[in-house]
C-alpha cells in the first residue's frame, strides 16, 4: 500500500509521532475545521458575491457589478467615515499604548500595593460597552454632567463634548482610551516582568541613568510585546462601533464627523437592509485593515526586536 | 540590589522619594478609572430632580431603589441574566474543547493537508469579525434560529484564536509524553485526553477568561440576531435603555450597575485568574 510506504517514511524522520493515525487526526481537527468553513469561509466568500449584487430587504438578490463600490467610493460621507475611523485610531493607539506602557513600567517598580492597582485600571474590561457609554454620557451631559460642573469651577466655559463635530470623536475616543489601557497594561506589565533582572544590574554597574535603562533596556525588549499591543488597538480601533453607535444618535449634530465605518455598515445592514452596499463597506474597511497590516509588519522588521 | 549596598543611605531616600512619586501617579490614574463606577452608583440612588441640580450633590438624601424597581420593570432583567450566562457557557465550552483538540492535533500530529487546514485556521484570524455577519446572520434567518440561545453562540461555536493559543502550549510539550503513552499502550485520543490535555489547564483556564469577556461584552452580534427582548444579552439588552429613557439618567445609571455588577462580583473574586489569563492570551499568542 502506497500510504504505508508514506507512513514508514514519515516515521524514519519523525519517529515518536502516531503517523498510522490519520484518522484521529481527522477526527480531533473536524469540528472546528468544519465550523470556521461554515462559519468564516463561507461567509468571507458570500460577502464578496453580495458586494457586488443589489438586494433590498427580502426581494431577490440581483448582479450589479461593481455598482456598490461606485456608489461607495462617490459618497462623501463613506470617505468622511473612513477619515473618522482613521482618526479614532490616530487618537486612541498612540496615547493609549504609551499611557500604558508608562503605568507597566511604574507598576512594574516593586511597589506595594501592586496587584491593587492592576485591578483597577483593569476595571472597565469587565464592565458591558455598553454600561461604560452610558455613564460616560451621563459624566459628559453638557448642561448637568459631573464633567462641565467640575471644569466650571476654573472658569472653563460649557464644552458640547459629545454634540460639537469638533470634540464628539475625540470624547469617544477618550472612554476608548480609558476602557483599554488596562488590558494593554496587563499585556505590557506581563512582558517587562519577563525581562531578566540581570541586565539591570549589569547596567546599574556600567553607571547608566534610568532613563537610559528605559531606553536601553526596557523598550528594546519589550519591543515585541507593544508590537503585539499596538497591532490589536489597531484592529480594534479600526473595527470600533459601541460607543460611538451608542453616543452618536443620527441627530446628534457630530454624527457625520463622528460615525466610523463599522457603524455605517451596521445601519446599511441592519436598519435599511441594504446587503449589497453595506458588504462593499465592509470590504472597504478589510482593505484598509490589510494595507494597516501590511505596513506594520514592514514596520516590525525595523522597530521590533526579538531576542 | 548591588548600588544599594555600596551606597546605602543615599539611594535608599532617593528611592523612597521616587516611590512617593509613583504612587501618587497611580493614584490619580485610579481615581479617573473608578470614578465613572462610582458616580454610576451615586446617580442611580438619586431621584431625578437630585441628579440634574446644579452645583451637583455627591450623595443623595434618601438611599431610594425606585430607579432599580423601575429599571427591572422596563426591562427583563432574569431573562438578559440567563441569556448572558447561557452565552458565557456554550461559548467557553465550545471553544475550550474543540480548540484543545485541534490544537493538540496541530501541535504533535502528523497528517495530510496539515498545513492547508492550519491556514484556513490564519486566515479567519486575519480576517476582521464584520466581514462574516451579513452571511452568518442569513444562515441563521433561513434554519429559522433567530432570537434563540444557538444564534447568540452560533459565531463562538468554533475558536480559531483558540486553536492557535492552545497549539502554542501543546508545542512546548516534550514528545517524549507521546512516546511514553504510546509505549504505555494508549492511542491517540487516550493520549490526549490522558495525559496531554491536563497538562494544559492553565491555557485552557485563560482562553475561558478571555472568551467570558470578549462575549459577555459583544453588543452588535446579539443585537442584530436576537430582536426579541427576552432573547437579548446584558451587553445589548441595556443599550435599548437609552431609547426608553433618554434623559432619566437614575434609571439609566441603574440599569448599567444591574448589567456591571455580576461580572464585577466574578472579577473581584477572581482577580489572579481574570489578569493572569488575559495576560497569558497576550504573551503566547
Given at each position: 500500500m502506497s500510504a504505508q510506504a508514506i507512513n514508514s517514511d514519515l516515521r524514519r524522520k519523525?519517529?515518536?509521532?502516531?503517523?498510522?493515525?490519520w484518522g484521529w487526526a481527522y477526527l480531533l481537527i473536524a469540528p472546528t475545521i468544519i465550523g470556521l468553513i461554515i462559519l468564516n469561509l463561507y461567509p468571507f466568500v458570500e460577502t464578496i458575491i453580495l458586494s457586488t449584487q443589489k438586494s433590498q430587504g427580502l426581494g431577490a438578490a440581483k448582479f450589479v457589478g461593481l455598482q456598490n463600490y461606485e456608489k461607495l467610493f462617490a459618497d462623501k460621507q463613506i470617505w468622511q467615515s473612513t477619515w473618522n475611523t482613521l482618526y479614532y485610531m490616530i487618537l486612541t493607539v498612540p496615547v493609549g499604548v504609551f499611557l500604558a506602557l508608562v503605568l507597566a513600567v511604574l507598576l512594574n517598580s516593586?511597589?506595594?500595593?501592586r496587584d491593587v492597582y492592576r485591578g483597577i485600571y483593569f476595571?472597565?474590561?469587565?464592565?458591558?460597552p455598553a454600561a461604560v457609554a452610558m455613564v460616560w454620557k451621563w459624566i459628559f451631559?453638557?448642561?448637568?454632567g459631573i464633567l462641565n460642573q467640575f471644569l466650571g469651577l476654573f472658569g472653563v466655559a460649557t464644552i458640547n463634548?459629545?454634540?460639537?463635530p469638533n470634540t464628539a470623536i475625540i470624547s469617544c475616543a477618550m472612554i476608548g482610551i480609558w476602557s483599554a489601557v488596562g488590558y494593554d497594561l496587563v499585556l505590557i506589565l506581563a512582558g517587562l516582568q519577563s525581562i531578566s533582572t540581570s541586565y539591570y544590574e549589569a547596567s546599574e554597574i556600567d553607571g547608566a541613568s534610568a532613563v537610559q535603562r528605559f531606553f536601553h533596556i526596557t523598550v528594546p525588549l519589550i519591543s515585541p510585546t507593544l508590537f503585539f499591543v499596538v497591532i490589536m488597538r489597531v484592529m480594534t480601533s479600526i473595527k470600533q462601533f459601541d460607543t460611538v453607535y451608542l453616543l452618536i444618535?443620527?441627530?446628534?449634530?457630530?454624527y457625520k464627523k463622528t460615525i466610523t465605518l463599522m457603524v455605517m455598515f451596521y445601519r446599511e445592514a441592519f436598519?435599511?437592509?441594504n446587503k449589497g452596499y453595506a458588504s462593499a463597506i465592509v470590504m472597504w474597511s478589510f482593505v484598509i485593515i490589510m494595507v494597516i497590516t501590511a505596513i506594520q509588519f514592514w514596520s516590525e522588521k525595523k522597530l521590533v526586536h526579538y531576542e | 540590589m548591588t548600588t544599594a549596598a555600596i551606597t546605602p543611605k543615599r539611594e535608599s531616600a532617593y528611592r523612597r522619594r521616587g516611590k512617593i512619586g509613583i504612587h501618587i501617579v497611580l493614584l490619580l490614574g485610579s481615581i479617573i478609572m473608578i470614578f465613572p463606577f462610582i458616580w454610576m452608583i451615586l446617580t442611580s440612588f438619586k431621584t431625578q430632580g437630585e441628579a440634574i441640580m446644579i452645583p451637583p450633590i455627591?450623595?443623595?438624601a434618601n438611599w431610594n431603589l425606585s430607579n432599580y424597581s423601575e429599571v427591572m420593570r422596563t426591562l427583563p432583567f432574569d431573562a438578559l441574566y440567563v441569556n448572558t450566562l447561557l452565552l458565557i457557557f456554550w461559548r467557553v465550552l465550545c471553544a475550550s474543547v474543540f480548540s484543545s483538540m485541534a490544537g493538540f492535533a496541530f501541535a504533535k500530529l502528523e497528517f495530510p493537508l496539515k498545513k492547508l487546514f492550519f491556514a484556513i485556521i490564519l486566515t479567519q484570524l486575519m480576517l476582521p469579525s464584520q466581514v462574516f455577519i451579513i452571511p452568518q446572520y442569513m444562515i441563521l434567518s433561513s434554519m429559522n434560529m433567530l432570537n434563540t440561545i444557538f444564534a447568540l453562540v452560533f459565531p463562538g461555536l468554533v475558536s480559531a484564536f483558540g486553536t492557535f493559543f492552545l497549539r502554542q502550549f501543546y508545542l512546548s510539550l516534550p514528545n517524549d509524553l507521546m512516546e511514553a503513552a504510546k509505549l504505555d499502550g494508549c492511542n491517540v485520543m487516550q493520549t490526549f485526553i490522558?495525559?496531554?490535555?491536563?497538562?494544559t489547564k492553565t491555557a485552557v483556564m485563560a482562553l475561558a477568561v478571555f472568551t467570558a469577556l470578549f462575549a459577555y461584552s459583544d453588543m452588535m452580534w446579539p443585537l442584530i440576531v436576537n430582536m426579541n427582548i427576552d432573547k437579548m444579552t446584558l451587553a445589548a439588552g441595556i443599550s435599548s435603555l437609552q431609547g426608553q429613557h433618554s434623559t432619566k439618567y437614575p434609571i439609566m445609571m441603574a440599569g448599567s450597575a444591574l448589567a456591571m455588577i455580576p461580572m464585577l462580583i466574578l472579577y473581584i473574586a477572581f482577580q489572579r485568574q481574570f489578569i493572569e489569563g488575559i495576560a497569558l492570551t497576550g504573551t503566547k499568542a
Open positions: 519523525k519517529p515518536f509521532r502516531f503517523q498510522s493515525d516593586k511597589i506595594r500595593g476595571m472597565p474590561m469587565v464592565v458591558a451631559n453638557a448642561e448637568v463634548w459629545l454634540s460639537d444618535k443620527s441627530t446628534n449634530p457630530a436598519e435599511k437592509f | 455627591i450623595f443623595p490522558k495525559v496531554m490535555a491536563p497538562l
